[in-house]
Structures are given as C-alpha cells and as structure tokens.
C-alpha cells in the first residue's frame, strides 16, 4: 500500500503528558498517532514510522521544537511539520520557517477544530505532494525509457544507414560485373522474365591477330586497350560486353528497357570504335584492323545457369547468364568476312539494317532515312556454316576498300558452296 492510500500517520512531541493525551483524544480513530514526551525517543523511532505529520512543541527541555523538526527534516523530509507554542512570537515563527521549513503553527491552548483543520490541511498537503512526487518518479522513468529508446532508435538508424551506404557500395560493385537490367530484375523478383529478349548483336575480331602477341603501347599490351576500347564504346551507348578473348569480343543492346534505340546505339558504338581504334594504331605505330558485325536477335535466348556444390567451407552457389543461338554464332561468322577486305569494316545483316530504318522512320516519321544507314552497301546473300539459309549483308567499307573489293565478296556470294567457319 502507497503512502497515499493508508491511514494517516502522525507523530506528536511534548514534555507535557496532558497535552499528550488531549491532542490523541481529539484526533480521529482511524489515525495511526504516535506521541514521545522528549524528542531524543521520537527521533530514535521517527525513521521507522515515517510519519506523515510531525508536529513539536516548542518549548521542551534539551531541545526547542524548531530543532527537533530541523533535525526530522532531514530524516523525513517529506513529512509536513507543524510547530505548537503557547506564545507569540514572529521571532519564532520565522526561525521556524526558516531552519525547519514549517508549514503551519498552532497556539496553545489550541480549539480542536482549528487544530483538526489544520492537521486536515497538512495531511492534504502530504498526500498532493506525494502524489506528484510519484507522478515525477513515474515521468521520470518513462523519460529515462524515452532516453533509452531514442538512443537505441539513433543506433539502429545509424546502423540502417550504414547497412544502406554498404549495400550502395555493393551495388556499385556489382554493376561492374553484372548488368543492372539484371540487378534491376532481382531487386523486383523478376528474373525468370529474362528468358527472351529481342537483341543488337555487336562483335569484332582482329586481323592478324597473332603478329599482337608481346606487343606493348604504353606498359600495356596492345590487344589488352582493343578490349578496353571496345568495352568503353559498349556501355558509353548503353550495351553490355558479355564476353572477350585476346582478339574478339561481343556484346549486345537492348537488355534494358531503359537503354537508347538499341539499333541506333549498337551503330553509334561500333563507328566509334573504329574511329578509336585507327586513332590507337596512329598514336601506337601498330597496324590495328579488324571486321566489326551487326545483327538483330528476335527473342533471343538469355541461358541463366545456376551451379549448387557442398564444400567443406560450406554451400556455394554461383550463377552466371549468357546469350546463345544461332543469330549470336551468326554475328561472329559474319565479321569474320570482313578478313578479306583491307581496313577496319562493319558489317551488319538486312535485318539489322531493316531495323535501323524501321526505327529511324519511327522517331522521324517526316524525316529521310539518316546517312548512316545509307552508307550500308549490299554485298549479297552469303552461306555461312550453321546457318540454315543464305544470309544477305550490307557493309560500311573503310576507305582503303576498292570497288573491285566489294564486287569479290558479291562473287563470292553466288558461289553456295561457300561456308565460312
């Protein structure tokens, strides 16, 4: 039981017996009074009965009142204290207020009523006190949770920060070995949706590549900047190197919903590394040539491999995607038709070159066909191993590449016995 709920508690000191007995004959039943006629026996129990009230005469041998209840102060402080005196005397009455910090003074010989009114009021006193003291107690527990709880929320928000500047890093990472279409579609849960996609197909291989090896520019070798070259124009136009050796590599457009015109991007990144790859022949003294090809891949397979093994360190699960069909076989044979013409040459198949129309026409639907698309030569309808029909070709020729060049390869196109491995 609170001290707010049980009977009141009183404690009354007076050398005086009668007035002992007077004022615990006045006081309610039901209040717990306790009387002491010196005060050395009152503060010997005033600790353990924790009054609520404490009230003193003044005039006592050994020890004044006021003492008395400076003294209790400091053992209940929160016990209210009332000081009785037969005189008056202001002196008194400041002192009291002062050293003991009294809360009312009754004269004696006092009216009962008064004096139960002025125990009343103390005893309200006591119980408002105590009752905002445990209102603090309890304010101050629920802040002190508060304090805590804000300090665990601001660790776990830096932690959440953290773990987010990680996972930004980690993705940042990732993007540099694996396509963000890809990244794209795990955040969403939507990987299985990469099965087909249509495709620009874009490849080169060098000529001659074998005169390359030990060959260095600037600490590097030579065929290790062609990669980079290429791999720079690549995602420079939005496409994504899938794969390289020491003198090819191939990438494709369109894998992300997105990236530029795929046909238009695929043109724009293969005319750019021709361009920059004459420049690194010029500035390295090599001789740099290479056919660069172009095609278009409807619903082209994506393969997503998923390999699962148990080692003693645990499960390890690797996964990787790759694209392969017959229109990415195509795209590598057909530069390798470009071999026989002098210079670096693109060459693209009738459906990429379709394409490239068909889109400039829909962005321009008012406009001529761009130049670009123009400068397509055709060279005829080829056979090429693993395909299953003829295969007509346009190319942009390099300017080392004569008349008597592209009508060799038209010649050559008419002959269906020729297979190009």
Not at 18 to 44: G, I, K, M, R, Y
């Amino acid at each position: 039981m609170s001290q707010v709920d049980q009977k009141p508690i009183l404690l009354y000191v007076d050398d005086e017996p009668h007035n002992l007995v007077v004022f615990e004959a006045a006081l309610p039943d039901d209040w717990q009074v306790h009387t002491f006629t010196s005060a050395a026996q009152a503060l010997e129990k005033i600790d353990q009965l924790q009054p609520q009230v404490i009230v003193s005469d003044q005039r006592m041998p050994g020890m004044s009142g006021v003492q008395f209840l400076e003294i209790a102060k400091k053992i209940v402080p929160h016990a209210v204290r009332i000081i009785v005196t037969g005189y008056s005397d202001e002196d008194l009455i400041v002192e009291s207020v002062r050293k003991a910090q009294i809360f009312d003074y009754i004269r004696k010989p006092w009216d009962v009523d008064d004096l139960l009114a002025s125990l009343q009021r103390a005893l309200e006193l006591q119980r408002a006190e105590a009752q905002a003291r445990n209102l603090i107690n309890e304010l101050q527990k629920r802040e002190q949770s508060l304090r805590e709880s804000h300090q665990q929320l601001e660790a776990t928000l830096k932690d959440l920060q953290l773990a987010k500047h990680r996972e930004a890093e980690i993705r940042r990472e990732l993007e540099c070995w694996v396509p963000p279409a890809i990244l794209q579609r795990i955040h969403e849960q939507k990987l299985d949706g990469l099965e087909r996609r249509d495709l620009v197909l874009l490849a080169f291989d060098l000529i001659g590549s074998s005169k390359l090896h030990g060959v260095d520019f600037q600490g590097l070798p030579v065929r290790l900047q062609v990669i980079q070259l290429f791999t720079e124009c690549v995602l420079r136009h939005g496409g994504w190197r899938e794969s390289h050796s020491g003198d090819s590599a191939y990438a494709h457009f369109g894998l992300s919903d997105e990236l530029l015109p795929a046909a238009s991007a695929a043109l724009a990144a293969a005319n750019e590394f021709r361009v920059g790859l004459r420049s690194l022949a010029s500035r390295s003294g090599v001789t740099l040539e290479c056919g660069i090809s172009l095609h278009v891949a409807l619903a082209c397979p994506i393969h997503i491999h998923e390999t699962q093994l148990r080692t003693p360190r645990g499960p390890v699960t690797q996964k990787s995607f790759d694209t392969s069909s017959r229109d990415v076989d195509l795209v590598h044979r057909i530069e390798k038709l470009m071999h026989k013409l002098p210079g670096t040459n693109i060459v693209a198949t009738q459906a990429y070159v379709d394409l490239l129309r068909t889109k400039a026409h829909a962005d321009q639907p008012t406009a001529t066909v761009p130049i670009l698309a123009e400068k397509f030569l055709p060279i005829g309808a080829h056979h090429l191993a693993g395909q299953p029909e003829a295969v007509s070709l346009a190319v942009i020729a390099s300017d080392r590449v004569k008349s008597e060049d592209l009508q060799s390869l038209q010649e050559a196109a008419l002959a269906p016995a020729l297979k190009v491995a």
